[in-house]
Nanobody, 126 residues
């Protein structure tokens, strides 16, 4: 198993930036593809960004492409989400997920993920 702990959320004005971190512990971090998802009040959890276990491949939802960047540091067992040009509609609880895989691919489906963190709140004021 792997345990995931997100951090870095907070309150920011529209146009601002935040960097979320997700620290993993337990098993070998480089065995997992990672992803970020978010859930706004009254809405389903939705895909934001994903990265392969080597970090060589990434994917983004259309709503965050160009503004957000996912990265990982396998030596630090951490995945990051750099969020720039934030908008009020980015307000949500952000979750990181881990997917056990032997493949160098990314996963964008919620049900693909095996483990989840507890989430971190991001609030963007207008």
């Amino acid at each position: 198993q792997v345990q995931l702990v997100e951090s870095g959320g907070g309150l920011v004005q529209a146009g601002g930036s935040l960097r979320l971190s997700c620290a993993a512990s337990g098993r070998t971090f480089s065995d997992y593809a990672m992803g970020w998802f978010r859930q706004a009040p009254g809405k389903e959890r939705e895909f934001v960004a994903a990265i392969s276990k080597s970090g060589g491949r990434t994917d983004y939802s259309d709503s965050v492409k160009v503004r957000f960047t996912i990265s990982r540091d396998n030596a630090k067992n951490t995945v990051y989400l750099q969020m720039n040009s934030l908008k009020p509609e980015d307000t949500a609880v952000y979750y990181c997920g881990a997917k056990t895989t032997e493949y160098l691919t990314v996963y964008t489906r919620l049900k693909s993920y095996d483990y989840w963190g507890q989430g971190t709140q991001v609030t963007v004021s207008s």
